[in-house]
């Protein structure tokens, strides 16, 4: 029997009311939740959270990215993440 193992990365993607902000395959990604920064990795368990205000940041091989970001959801499964968010930014991140 083999087992099944969590892909090396998995779809990222950040959505505000005026456009698509993110959508990449990532290695990690960093959620600012109501109750605090959520880690997730590829194969994560399935979860909905609630989006508070804070920095989310991803990792593509090297190359990092960071922006300001304030309410909205996050669905987060095993092969994809989506992040509706009220308000994003890069500046002062």
């Not at 368990?45 to 508070?52: I, K």
């Amino acid at each position: 029997m083999s087992e099944s193992r969590p892909a090396a990365t998995f779809q990222l993607k950040v959505i505000t009311p005026r456009a698509l902000l993110v959508e990449a395959d990532v290695d990690e990604a960093q959620i600012p939740t109501t109750e605090g920064l959520i880690g997730v990795l590829p194969g994560h368990r399935p979860l909905v959270v609630a989006v508070g205000e804070g920095t989310l940041g991803y990792r593509q091989g090297k190359y990092e990215e960071k922006f300001a970001i304030t309410g909205g959801t996050a669905e987060i499964g095993p092969e994809r993440v989506l992040v509706l968010t009220e308000t994003a930014s890069d500046k002062g991140v």
